[in-house]
């Protein structure tokens, strides 16, 4: 896996450094020097995005969630995010740590596994659904743009799908337990996984009890990400106000449907680094806007990233401090008590 990350960073690195060639940087200098005061205001629109994740992700823990309100969810679910970003591990590196902090708050794991399990899959058809949308929007927003670039983005939105649509089938039909058994007849099942099969058989019982029992859940979670989506092409239309190039509302929606097609077609790559960054000046391209306006995007974009990765980190740091204060609290007490 970090082989296969290197490979593909020093390829889009590559790519991206063809690119930045093109840019006019003077220009861009001054763009920022005229709206670099209202950069604070481009952090607003993912923050609500956040929070109708946050809301949708609250949705799928029916009533098993006894957390003290739903900001700590809030925090909890920024803090796996930025581990899924920043580690190599294929934008899953943060889920361990979103589950442990359930299971502090008195969630079993079976529910806090079964909720992020879903809520990625609602994920993945979000952000397809979202695609689609920006796609659809194409003729109205940018006639001009080629029809080759249409196609193209039609393909990957259809690759995505795909992948979404596959992994809500594979969680309906026991997945852990098809695993251990297939393992098996490979004669690769590894013991720590063999022994746990009892509990991950009643992990593939409650998915299937969510799908079965849940899915008008499910489905208003899905709209509540849609919403949040939303909010990602505002943030693109404030942007380009700061970048002194005001565009319409439907070729933000646009452009940030397709920016977003890349950076997740990008996955395994930390942080889309690269992929995202040079797929954003292509866009910029094909909607005839210039490298330097792409380039502009992406730095913006990447300022507001680093804020609430930033956020997310120092989240998982004092999570990880609180849980060693009451580990070594629990074990001063034993200690006392043997006493």
């Not at 001054?30 to 992700?57: A, D, E, K, M, Q």
């Not at 596959?166 to 063999?194: E, N, Y």
């Not at 940030?256 to 292509?282: K, R, T, Y």
Request: one cysteine or more.
């Amino acid at each position: 896996m970090r082989r296969l990350n290197l490979i593909l960073l020093a390829i889009a690195a590559i790519a991206l450094a063809v690119m930045l060639k093109r840019v006019d940087w003077p220009s861009l200098a001054l763009s920022f020097s005229r709206g670099w005061r209202y950069l604070p205001v481009l952090l607003i629109p993912y923050g609500v995005t956040s929070l109708c994740w946050t809301v949708s992700w609250r949705l799928l823990l029916i009533d098993t969630y006894r957390g003290s309100s739903l900001g700590r969810l809030f925090f909890v679910r920024l803090g796996g995010e930025s581990l899924n970003q920043l580690t190599p591990t294929a934008s899953l590196g943060g889920e361990p740590f979103k589950a442990s902090c359930l299971y502090s708050c008195g969630v079993a794991w079976q529910d806090a596994t079964v909720s992020l399990l879903v809520h990625k899959a609602l994920m993945v058809l979000s952000l397809v659904c979202y695609i689609f949308l920006g796609i659809a929007l194409i003729p109205v927003a940018m006639p001009s743009l080629s029809p080759r670039l249409a196609l193209s983005c039609c393909l990957g939105a259809l690759l995505l799908a795909t992948a979404g649509a596959s992994f809500v089938v594979v969680q309906r039909r026991s997945p852990c337990t098809s695993l251990i058994r297939t393992l098996r007849r490979w004669g690769m099942c590894p013991a720590f996984l063999g022994s746990r099969e009892a509990e991950l058989a009643t992990l593939d019982s409650a998915l299937r009890n969510f799908y079965r029992e849940h899915g008008g859940a499910g489905c208003l979670a899905l709209l509540v990400f849609l919403v949040g989506w939303l909010f990602q092409a505002a943030e693109v239309y404030l942007i380009f106000s700061l970048l002194g190039h005001p565009i319409g509302f439907g070729t933000a929606l646009c452009l940030d449907a397709l920016s977003q097609l890349i950076a997740g077609l990008g996955f395994m790559v930390p942080a889309s680094i690269g992929v995202q960054d040079g797929g954003n000046i292509m866009l910029s391209l094909g909607f005839n806007m210039g490298p330097t306006l792409g380039a502009g995007f992406s730095i913006l974009r990447r300022f507001r990233e680093a804020f609430w990765l930033l956020l997310g980190l120092v989240v998982v740091a004092c999570e990880k401090k609180g849980t060693r204060l009451k580990e070594d609290s629990k074990a001063g007490a034993a200690g006392k008590g043997g006493g």
